[in-house]
């Protein structure tokens, strides 16, 4: 019974890095570079959510407490998180695609990118560390323990609503990119942008949505982390986004369902070796099983050998 209740909790804190996975995968499978702004999203998002839900945000939160009352200030901070991350990733996708690619054209394919990105990363977290410090910072749980029991086996409600919310997310996402004309816009960038621009695609247009995305789905997580584990610090985005790249690579770069399993097992792996081997070594197994599938396998369980064709 401890090894299926470790295997559970395992699955819901997965569920959280699927969409972190997932956001990774949908860049570097559309736009061809790893996006290191996605820790800072993350982040952000869950330090805005801590802010509104304490009182500390830099303008203040009585209009807010005012309209949604103290307990109902958790949905204050889920709307104030969503919306300044939308904000950030317009800001984010103007200065690490739209003004290099105006000014470098295709030598922003992959470094420059990735390089913006990761200024940006660094950017935000001292931002954040130079208004709320770089401590670990406490909410409480709007939901309490909201846990119920079957047998012997301990379940939260939260998670379960937060796995659930990943995956019904992730599907609407995956719908999206094969039904319809937004989503055949996107792959069509995907296989090749010059020849997309020539078929009518609108690719400055197109690309702030692929960037809106993959914010909301950080946003989304970094709110449900949040709540589900009560405990953050300036840094929370580059633990999580750690593991998540390691389940997007085990799924398969540029491979959404490959994202979703891959972060579900990273999440199982890293409870598991948590009651293993303790939290002191637990990136270990990580690690050394994404290190050892990529000698056996290198695109991964369900990827593909080119990146950004062929993915979605």
Not at 250 to 261: D, P, R, S, Y
Not at 268 to 294: N, R
């Amino acid at each position: 019974m401890l090894l299926l209740q470790q295997l559970i909790n395992g699955l819901m804190l997965g569920g959280l890095y699927v969409m972190v996975a997932v956001a990774f995968t949908l860049i570097i499978g559309m736009l061809n570079f790893l996006n290191f702004t996605i820790p800072a999203l993350f982040m952000f998002a869950a330090m805005m959510m801590w802010a509104t839900m304490t009182g500390n945000l830099p303008f203040g939160n009585d209009f807010l407490f005012s309209v949604f009352g103290e307990h109902n200030i958790w949905i204050a901070g889920a709307i104030v998180s969503i919306v300044s991350i939308c904000v950030v990733s317009l800001i984010i996708e103007r200065f690490t695609y739209r003004y290099m690619k105006a000014k470098y054209g295709d030598a922003t394919e992959h470094a420059l990118p990735l390089v913006s990105s990761l200024g940006f990363l660094i950017i935000f977290e001292h931002l954040v560390i130079g208004q709320w410090g770089s401590d670990p910072l406490q909410i409480e749980s709007p939901f309490g323990n909201a846990t119920f029991t079957i047998g012997t086996l301990i379940f939260s409600y939260p998670q379960i609503i937060s796995l659930a919310l990943s995956l019904g997310i992730v599907f609407l996402l995956s719908h999206l990119i094969r039904r319809t004309k937004l989503g055949r816009a996107l792959r069509s960038i995907a296989e090749r942008p010059d020849t997309a621009t020539l078929m009518g695609v609108d690719v400055l247009r197109i690309v702030p949505v692929v960037y809106v995305i993959t914010g909301l789905l950080c946003a989304i997580s970094g709110i449900l982390f949040t709540i589900n584990y009560t405990s953050i610090d300036a840094y929370i985005g580059d633990t999580v986004a750690t593991v998540a790249i390691a389940g997007m690579v085990l799924g398969g770069l540029g491979n959404v369902w490959g994202a979703v399993v891959g972060g579900l097992f990273v999440g199982i792996l890293e409870v598991f070796s948590i009651y293993i081997v303790g939290a002191d070594f637990v990136k270990v197994p990580i690690w050394g099983l994404l290190l050892l599938i990529l000698v056996f396998k290198p695109t991964g369980l369900f990827g593909h050998t080119a990146i950004g064709k062929g993915k979605f």
